[in-house]
């Protein structure tokens, strides 16, 4: 066994370069909630270790002008405990807030939660719904892309070597939007999503919905993002035809496999009763808790 | 194999050791410094028999990897008690035999403090879902829960 090495870089640069002379067995190091199990159980055995909390980028949550955004080391405890994030972005902490205990999430981070590419990661298709970009930095520099094209499969992702996620960017909601998460576990805690939806919706002031952004966790090799389930809702006051619709077209977008947790018609059935309390309630919240 | 040297603090005091990469926090706790209150249940997390807090920060330290104490102040259940005097819920786990074989109880003891110090005067759902990281195979939580709810009281010098 070679020597495992160990780095705590301070800043992107050094980290790029360490992560590129590592040449593909460099792993990256957040929280650890998922790098150090994968050690424990001898699925992974890097040569060197990049531990990327101290560098600042990482670190931060940031109030811009034309959205927030937040560090991919940031922890779930941290994003818990600030009060304005909370209150502005409900449907993603649905999904923070459900990962693991609270010891868990006194160090698990989004970016690691996203680019540890499980199916069923719950921060995910909140934040996809929410129309979430990552940035990310590499040895060829600087770039932007949409959450959903992070994961490509599970455990994979379309980092390049020596590529990390520095932060998140959450676009300001337009008036009247809500976001929500729920997931189906046959637990209430600590446990794996047997489906997890992610909706954001956005009402006009007629009260029709007039966008909308559908995603489901645990039902592909990826998160999917399900446009007909999202279809089904704009034009509509997200009534019960509308719901119903909703939920038929979450079905049909899922295409799951079997597994310890369930089978695929319970998945794709669940997705769908799911679907429709999710729905319920981002429509909740786009009224601002009037209804 | 070169190792490193890390400097941090554990119960107030400073602490200086050595570990290889690969170490976790609990190893450095338990196998070099003898600290051997923080238990390993199942190593990836699941169980919180491990708990400890890093700078405050209430966490797994199997999760945790030993390098990463450097400049840190981690506390764990050996400083818990004031010399021969139990912390309150210390005492509270004794009175409502909130234990059994006693693995998890260094564990639950600190998240109970930890949950304390953010949240004096939970509800008994805020203690299950504060505690919700430590299994238990004994007592079933019932005793548990009361334990920290009384300390919680005493504590508040209700």
Same mark, same amino acid.
């Given at each position: 066994?070679?020597?495992?090495?160990?780095?705590?870089? $301070?800043?992107?640069?050094?980290?790029?370069?360490?992560?590129?002379?590592?040449?593909?067995?460099?792993?990256?190091?957040?929280?650890?909630?998922?790098?150090?199990?994968?050690?424990?159980?001898?699925?992974?055995?890097?040569?060197?270790? *990049?531990?990327?909390?101290?560098?600042?980028?990482?670190?931060?949550?940031?109030?811009?002008?034309?959205?927030?955004?937040?560090?991919?080391?940031?922890?779930?405890?941290?994003?818990?405990?600030?009060?304005?994030?909370?209150?502005?972005?409900?449907?993603?902490?649905?999904?923070?807030?459900?990962?693991?205990?609270?010891?868990?999430?006194?160090?698990?981070?989004?970016?690691?939660?996203?680019?540890?590419?499980?199916?069923?990661?719950?921060?995910?298709?909140?934040?996809?719904?929410?129309?979430?970009?990552?940035?990310?930095?590499?040895?060829?520099?600087?770039?932007?892309?949409?959450?959903?094209?992070?994961?490509?499969?599970?455990?994979? $992702?379309?980092?390049?070597?020596?590529?990390?996620?520095?932060?998140?960017?959450?676009?300001?909601?337009?008036?009247?939007?809500?976001?929500?998460?729920?997931?189906? $576990?046959?637990?209430?805690?600590?446990?794996?999503? *047997?489906?997890?939806?992610?909706?954001?919706?956005?009402?006009?002031?007629?009260?029709? &919905?007039?966008?909308?952004?559908?995603?489901?966790?645990?039902?592909?090799?990826?998160?999917?993002?399900?446009?007909?389930?999202?279809?089904?809702?704009?034009?509509?006051? *997200?009534?019960?035809?509308?719901?119903?619709?909703?939920?038929?077209?979450?079905?049909?977008?899922?295409?799951?496999?079997?597994?310890?947790?369930?089978?695929?018609?319970?998945?794709?059935?669940?997705?769908?009763?799911?679907?429709?309390?999710?729905?319920?309630?981002?429509?909740?919240? /786009?009224?601002?808790?009037?209804? | 194999?070169?190792?490193?040297?890390?400097?941090?603090?554990?119960?107030?005091?400073?602490?200086?050791?050595? &570990?290889? $990469?690969?170490?976790?926090?609990?190893?450095?706790?338990?196998?070099?410094?003898?600290?051997?209150?923080?238990?390993?249940?199942?190593?990836?997390?699941?169980?919180?028999?491990?708990?400890?807090?890093?700078?405050?920060?209430?966490?797994?330290?199997?999760?945790?990897?030993?390098?990463?104490?450097?400049?840190?102040?981690?506390?764990?259940?050996?400083?818990?008690?004031?010399?021969?005097?139990?912390?309150?819920?210390?005492?509270?786990?004794?009175?409502?035999?909130?234990?059994?074989?006693?693995? &998890?109880?260094?564990?639950?003891?600190?998240?109970?403090?930890?949950?304390?110090?953010?949240?004096?005067?939970?509800?008994?759902?805020?203690?299950?879902?504060?505690? /919700?990281?430590?299994?238990?195979?004994?007592?079933?939580?019932?005793?548990?829960?009361?334990?920290?709810?009384?300390?919680?009281?005493?504590?508040?010098?209700?």
């Amino acid at each position: 066994m070679t020597e495992m090495k160990y780095e705590v870089p $301070t800043s992107l640069d050094d980290a790029v370069a360490l992560l590129a002379d590592g040449k593909g067995n460099a792993k990256v190091l957040a929280g650890g909630t998922d790098v150090l199990v994968q050690m424990h159980m001898d699925l992974i055995e890097p040569d060197l270790i *990049v531990d990327i909390k101290n560098i600042s980028e990482l670190r931060q949550i940031t109030k811009e002008k034309d959205g927030y955004r937040f560090g991919a080391a940031v922890s779930g405890v941290e994003l818990m405990d600030h009060e304005d994030f909370c209150q502005t972005w409900p449907g993603i902490m649905d999904g923070v807030s459900l990962i693991g205990s609270l010891q868990v999430k006194g160090r698990a981070s989004v970016g690691g939660n996203v680019c540890n590419a499980s199916p069923a990661a719950d921060s995910v298709p909140a934040m996809i719904a929410a129309g979430a970009t990552a940035t990310i930095v590499g040895p060829k520099g600087k770039r932007d892309i949409p959450v959903e094209e992070i994961a490509t499969g599970p455990g994979q $992702t379309s980092l390049e070597d020596g590529e990390i996620v520095v932060s998140f960017f959450l676009p300001n909601s337009a008036p009247g939007t809500g976001g929500a998460y729920q997931r189906f $576990t046959p637990r209430t805690e600590m446990d794996i999503a *047997v489906v997890g939806v992610g909706i954001s919706l956005t009402l006009g002031d007629d009260g029709v &919905c007039s966008s909308a952004k559908v995603a489901l966790g645990a039902v592909a090799a990826t998160a999917l993002i399900a446009e007909a389930a999202a279809a089904a809702l704009v034009g509509t006051k *997200v009534d019960k035809a509308a719901l119903d619709n909703l939920a038929a077209a979450a079905s049909a977008a899922c295409k799951p496999i079997d597994d310890k947790r369930g089978t695929k018609e319970y998945r794709i059935k669940v997705a769908g009763v799911l679907a429709r309390r999710v729905a319920l309630i981002a429509l909740e919240r /786009a009224l601002g808790g009037k209804e | 194999m070169k190792k490193h040297h890390v400097s941090t603090t554990i119960n107030g005091d400073e602490v200086d050791f050595l &570990c290889e $990469t690969s170490e976790t926090l609990l190893d450095v706790l338990r196998d070099h410094l003898h600290l051997t209150g923080a238990k390993e249940g199942c190593g990836t997390g699941d169980c919180g028999a491990c708990s400890v807090t890093l700078d405050g920060v209430l966490v797994c330290s199997c999760l945790v990897l030993g390098v990463e104490a450097e400049g840190k102040e981690i506390e764990t259940i050996e400083g818990m008690a004031d010399g021969d005097e139990l912390h309150p819920l210390q005492r509270k786990f004794v009175e409502h035999i909130a234990l059994q074989c006693g693995i &998890c109880t260094p564990g639950l003891l600190i998240s109970a403090r930890s949950l304390l110090e953010k949240n004096p005067n939970p509800t008994e759902e805020e203690v299950r879902f504060g505690l /919700a990281g430590n299994l238990c195979r004994c007592t079933g939580y019932q005793n548990i829960i009361e334990a920290v709810m009384d300390a919680a009281q005493e504590m508040r010098g209700a």
